[in-house]
């Protein structure tokens, strides 16, 4: 077994993924000393950052991690860990970790411009409830608003979406997936009736060609790319297209890189579905067999005015019309409109097109933070329905995932505002009536109508429509777009904000009340990734000082509310594990109540294509991929030869669309231009992100040495000929400026990314450049996902 030094980790910064032999040893006080093996106990957890689910062996000496490696029996990771993943026995330990309540007081009292005092649990949480009962009853349950996480456990998001939508009546509860996942989850219900992949890592094994739809994937899934790469070695003909905006890692192992225009994607897609059309390369006795052709509304709008609302209205066409409407995407306009010339619209025609390939589709961010990204999420189903491949190895349209369970927690449990657990809805009677007989509620308990999404749940905040606004596990004040309105907000009059958190950041800057969180190990937790598997694991050491895990703070509030009626369970059910340490939330009911929350959860899904293993199986193995049934897990969705919901004599059934007779939906959705341009005053586009160092706003790897040695701060990609026009040199600092903001940054040319000219991009882990002051708050009318990936901006020497 290999032992890294630390020149090896400081150089880490710059690979995607390291063997399974490889480990790192160190004392968590000093940020690295080489350790005995003598007395470490081992056991496994999921990785706490992207969604891809890596598992992780980690090692336990004297109550502290000293030591992870890549799990070599996970199927996900297979021993592999990405640079992130290696950093994971840094974060508990930061000297400025959280470890008691604050309160902002002044002579002893609460006061809102007061100073932080430490202050016990119990006198935190009864003046959030305090606050809470007060603006209940002076503006109703949707001025009370929770934002949450998918960096929740399981049963904290199911937790929450019982307290929020079962005991206090309201639908104003978000999570911070709403920015990274939504137009994928629309994309899944609206082609599919179901969400989630209907694939997994195993068609990596099987493709021919992967064709990334802005995804750097070098970066964001290292170990997945890693995959690919494996492919790539394996097959020699296997092609990786990389299609993006800016050049970055994924295409230094590409055999072709398509740079297009932002929002083009759009007109790229339909491109490819009138060539498959023209060269008679579609799968017409699948299209027969299986799919259906809508078209919905046009000219939809881009979300920027307060309390803005949108509801699609499909209607049924045909493959005729459906032809016509493709057809105008000759590959003259398409390289009018994207800058991708004939040549290469042509040849990814050809790879979706010829029956003896196979293709895998991957894109996550690019896509979904667009205010088409549902949209664009259809068209990319559009290609393999079109084509018949879907739902067999190797033949995937595969959405990636940013969080570690925005899948397993955020989509599957119901923790957006108009979602219940297992894809039901609040604005379905026969969902409502579901969740309150699992609940054990009075028939109309639960509102009806969805409030406030993401963006509109704080521009509520702003205008005084939502007063408590409550955010875990995320850093709401450092990652909204038009971040500036967003901040002034919350130190508005009459607003009370609270905010759960491991460390100090921008959002507890703007706090009433401070909450210190256990984090990942020190709580015992389950999350689900982007294939459909869900993973457990066990608390392993101890949070530091008073902190609590969300799924504690979450039924302590609601004791002070009066609900905690909500989490009581026959305790004789749930007895309290015996072979392993309890969790501070079973410790305090006095059983089991990971336990009784998951096997209480799992009936929503039983019978409904979102079966769920008993408890106790997750335990006992590296996960299972839902639909779960008779001990089986499900590797491929909608094809018989997999999936038990599906007959036999069906084949492939896409049971999910009942309206639709188990049928897929091809959609007719146009190009449409962004609501931003670049313009003589703003002449760049602007792109954020993230790197392969930091993990979405740095609150933890920031304060990981060596992460942040090899990426200490953010900077402005640019151009080189757009450098020399404005005379600058790596190192310059700039303002970069939109219509909403402007911020500092420096320079760097021919960096890992390299924009085209006239593209600029800022990475938003650091909270000194502020870059989501310039970002625009435009959204996706249909998932409600906001787009970060472009918006005018200028640039100017300081």
Same mark, same amino acid.
Request: charged share 20%.
């Given at each position: 077994?290999?032992?890294?030094?630390?020149?090896?980790f400081l150089r880490m910064g710059s690979l995607s993924a390291l063997g399974a032999s490889a480990m790192v040893y160190c004392d968590p006080w000093e940020l690295f000393a080489d350790t005995a093996n003598d007395?470490?106990?081992?056991?496994?957890?999921?990785?706490?950052?992207?969604?891809?689910?890596?598992?992780?062996?980690?090692?336990?000496?004297?109550?502290?991690?000293?030591?992870?490696?890549?799990?070599?029996?996970?199927?996900?990771?297979?021993?592999?860990?990405?640079?992130?993943?290696?950093?994971?026995?840094?974060?508990?330990?930061?000297?400025?970790?959280?470890?008691?309540?604050?309160?902002?007081?002044?002579?002893?009292?609460?006061?809102?411009?007061?100073?932080?005092?430490?202050? #016990?649990? /119990?006198? $935190?949480?009864?003046?959030?409830?305090? !606050?809470?009962?007060?603006?209940? =009853?002076?503006?109703?349950?949707? *001025?009370?608003?929770?934002?949450?996480?998918?960096?929740?456990?399981?049963?904290?998001?199911?937790?929450?979406?019982?307290?929020?939508?079962?005991?206090?009546?309201?639908?104003?509860?978000?999570?911070?997936?709403?920015?990274?996942?939504?137009?994928?989850?629309?994309?899944?219900?609206?082609?599919?009736?179901?969400?989630?992949?209907?694939?997994?890592?195993?068609?990596?094994?099987?493709?021919?060609?992967?064709?990334?739809?802005?995804?750097?994937?070098?970066?964001?899934?290292?170990?997945?790319?890693?995959?690919?790469?494996?492919?790539?070695?394996?097959?020699?003909?296997?092609?990786?297209?990389?299609?993006?905006?800016?050049?970055?890692? #994924?295409? /230094?192992? $590409?055999?072709?890189?398509?740079?297009? !225009?932002?929002?083009?994607?759009? =007109?790229?897609?339909?491109?490819? *579905?009138?060539?498959?059309?023209?060269?008679?390369?579609?799968?017409?006795?699948?299209?027969?067999?299986?799919?259906?052709?809508?078209?919905?509304?046009?000219?939809?709008?881009?979300?920027?005015?307060?309390?803005?609302?949108?509801?699609?209205?499909?209607?049924?066409?045909?493959?005729?019309?459906?032809?016509?409407?493709?057809?105008?995407?000759?590959?003259?306009?398409?390289?009018?409109?994207?800058?991708?010339?004939?040549?290469?619209?042509?040849?990814?025609?050809?790879?979706?097109?010829?029956?003896?390939?196979?293709?895998?589709?991957?894109?996550?961010?690019?896509?979904?933070?667009?205010?088409?990204?549902?949209?664009?999420?259809?068209?990319?189903?559009?290609?393999?329905?079109?084509?018949?491949?879907?739902?067999?190895?190797?033949?995937?349209?595969?959405?990636?995932?940013?969080?570690?369970?925005?899948?397993?927690?955020?989509?599957?449990?119901?923790?957006?505002?108009?979602?219940?657990?297992?894809?039901?809805?609040?604005?379905?009677?026969?969902?409502?009536?579901?969740?309150?007989?699992?609940?054990?509620?009075?028939?109309?308990?639960?509102?009806?109508?969805?409030?406030?999404?993401?963006?509109?749940?704080?521009?509520?905040?702003?205008?005084?429509?939502?007063?408590?606004?409550?955010?875990?596990?995320?850093?709401?004040?450092?990652?909204?777009?038009?971040?500036?309105?967003?901040?002034?907000?919350?130190?508005?009059?009459?607003?009370?904000?609270?905010?759960?958190?491991?460390?100090?950041?921008?959002?507890?800057?703007?706090?009433?009340?401070?909450?210190?969180?256990?984090?990942?190990?020190?709580?015992?937790?389950?999350?689900?990734?982007?294939?459909?598997?869900?993973?457990?694991?066990k608390k392993m050491i101890a949070a530091p000082g008073e902190a609590k895990s969300d799924l504690w703070q979450i039924i302590e509030f609601a004791k002070k509310m009066g609900c905690g009626y909500l989490f009581?369970?026959?305790?004789?059910?749930?007895?309290?594990?015996?072979?392993?340490?309890?969790?501070?939330?079973?410790?305090?009911?006095?059983?089991?109540?990971?336990?009784?929350?998951?096997?209480?959860?799992?009936?929503?899904?039983?019978?409904?294509?979102?079966?769920?293993?008993?408890?106790?199986?997750?335990?006992?193995?590296?996960?299972?991929?839902?639909?779960?049934?008779?001990?089986?897990?499900?590797?491929?969705?909608?094809?018989?030869?997999?999936?038990?919901?599906?007959?036999?004599?069906?084949?492939?059934?896409?049971?999910?669309?009942?309206?639709?007779?188990?049928?897929?939906?091809?959609?007719?959705?146009?190009?449409?231009?962004?609501?931003?341009?670049?313009?003589?005053?703003?002449?760049?586009?602007?792109?954020?992100?993230?790197?392969?160092?930091?993990?979405?706003?740095?609150?933890?790897?920031?304060?990981?040495?060596?992460?942040?040695?090899?990426?200490?701060?953010?900077?402005?990609?640019?151009?080189?000929?757009?450098?020399?026009?404005?005379?600058?040199?790596?190192?310059?600092?700039?303002?970069?400026?939109?219509?909403?903001?402007?911020?500092?940054?420096?320079?760097?040319?021919?960096?890992?990314?390299?924009?085209?000219?006239?593209?600029?991009?800022?990475?938003?882990?650091?909270?000194?450049?502020?870059?989501?002051?310039?970002?625009?708050?435009?959204?996706?009318?249909?998932?409600?996902?906001?787009?970060?990936?472009?918006?005018?901006?200028?640039?100017?020497?300081?």
């Amino acid at each position: 077994m290999q032992n890294i030094t630390r020149r090896d980790f400081l150089r880490m910064g710059s690979l995607s993924a390291l063997g399974a032999s490889a480990m790192v040893y160190c004392d968590p006080w000093e940020l690295f000393a080489d350790t005995a093996n003598d007395g470490v106990v081992w056991d496994k957890a999921p990785c706490r950052f992207c969604g891809t689910g890596c598992s992780v062996m980690v090692g336990v000496k004297d109550g502290k991690v000293i030591a992870v490696k890549g799990d070599p029996q996970s199927p996900v990771n297979q021993g592999c860990l990405c640079i992130k993943g290696y950093a994971l026995p840094f974060i508990s330990y930061g000297s400025d970790r959280l470890t008691k309540p604050l309160v902002r007081m002044k002579n002893g009292n609460y006061h809102r411009r007061g100073e932080w005092a430490e202050v #016990s649990w /119990d006198f $935190a949480l009864e003046l959030m409830a305090e !606050k809470a009962k007060q603006i209940i =009853a002076q503006k109703g349950p949707s *001025a009370v608003a929770m934002f949450g996480s998918g960096q929740w456990t399981i049963w904290e998001g199911y937790a929450a979406s019982k307290l929020w939508k079962g005991g206090l009546k309201s639908n104003s509860l978000e999570v911070n997936a709403r920015h990274c996942m939504a137009s994928a989850v629309a994309g899944f219900m609206t082609t599919f009736g179901m969400d989630e992949p209907m694939g997994c890592y195993d068609d990596f094994q099987h493709a021919d060609v992967f064709i990334l739809w802005g995804a750097n994937m070098a970066e964001m899934h290292p170990v997945l790319f890693s995959h690919v790469i494996k492919r790539l070695q394996a097959k020699p003909d296997a092609r990786l297209i990389n299609l993006t905006t800016i050049s970055n890692r #994924s295409s /230094d192992m $590409a055999n072709a890189e398509i740079i297009f !225009k932002p929002q083009s994607d759009l =007109a790229i897609a339909n491109g490819i *579905a009138h060539l498959l059309i023209q060269n008679n390369q579609l799968n017409t006795a699948f299209m027969r067999e299986h799919l259906v052709f809508k078209k919905g509304l046009e000219n939809i709008g881009y979300g920027l005015q307060d309390k803005f609302s949108f509801k699609d209205i499909p209607q049924l066409v045909d493959f005729e019309l459906y032809k016509t409407f493709v057809a105008h995407y000759t590959p003259e306009l398409v390289q009018q409109l994207s800058g991708v010339s004939p040549d290469a619209l042509k040849m990814l025609a050809n790879y979706y097109g010829d029956p003896k390939l196979k293709v895998m589709s991957l894109w996550t961010m690019g896509v979904n933070q667009h205010t088409r990204g549902t949209w664009m999420n259809n068209l990319i189903y559009n290609l393999h329905l079109l084509t018949g491949k879907i739902a067999t190895p190797g033949n995937a349209p595969f959405s990636l995932t940013g969080q570690p369970s925005a899948c397993g927690t955020c989509r599957e449990t119901g923790t957006f505002t108009h979602r219940l657990p297992a894809d039901m809805v609040v604005t379905d009677p026969e969902h409502r009536k579901t969740a309150e007989r699992i609940w054990k509620l009075a028939a109309g308990t639960i509102p009806d109508k969805p409030s406030y999404n993401a963006i509109e749940m704080m521009r509520a905040l702003d205008r005084g429509d939502v007063l408590f606004f409550w955010s875990s596990t995320s850093n709401p004040f450092q990652t909204y777009p038009n971040l500036r309105r967003y901040q002034a907000s919350a130190r508005k009059e009459g607003r009370f904000i609270v905010v759960s958190d491991v460390y100090p950041n921008s959002s507890t800057e703007h706090a009433d009340v401070v909450l210190p969180a256990a984090m990942w190990i020190e709580k015992e937790g389950a999350f689900g990734n982007a294939e459909r598997r869900t993973q457990f694991w066990k608390k392993m050491i101890a949070a530091p000082g008073e902190a609590k895990s969300d799924l504690w703070q979450i039924i302590e509030f609601a004791k002070k509310m009066g609900c905690g009626y909500l989490f009581d369970y026959a305790k004789a059910d749930y007895l309290l594990p015996a072979d392993y340490t309890s969790s501070d939330a079973s410790v305090a009911a006095g059983f089991y109540i990971e336990k009784a929350l998951f096997e209480e959860y799992r009936q929503f899904g039983l019978g409904h294509g979102h079966d769920l293993a008993p408890f106790a199986e997750y335990h006992q193995r590296r996960g299972m991929r839902w639909p779960v049934v008779n001990g089986k897990e499900t590797a491929i969705r909608y094809n018989s030869d997999y999936d038990p919901y599906v007959a036999k004599e069906k084949k492939i059934q896409f049971y999910g669309n009942k309206k639709d007779g188990g049928k897929a939906v091809v959609w007719l959705r146009p190009y449409e231009m962004p609501p931003e341009l670049p313009d003589a005053e703003y002449p760049f586009w602007l792109c954020t992100g993230r790197v392969l160092e930091h993990w979405h706003s740095g609150t933890m790897t920031r304060r990981v040495r060596q992460l942040y040695r090899a990426y200490p701060h953010a900077t402005v990609n640019i151009h080189a000929n757009d450098a020399k026009k404005l005379s600058l040199k790596n190192g310059d600092q700039v303002k970069i400026s939109s219509r909403r903001g402007g911020i500092h940054v420096c320079v760097e040319i021919n960096g890992r990314v390299k924009p085209p000219a006239g593209t600029l991009y800022v990475p938003f882990f650091d909270e000194s450049v502020a870059i989501n002051e310039v970002t625009l708050d435009a959204y996706c009318p249909i998932s409600c996902q906001a787009d970060f990936k472009k918006c005018a901006v200028k640039v100017e020497k300081v």
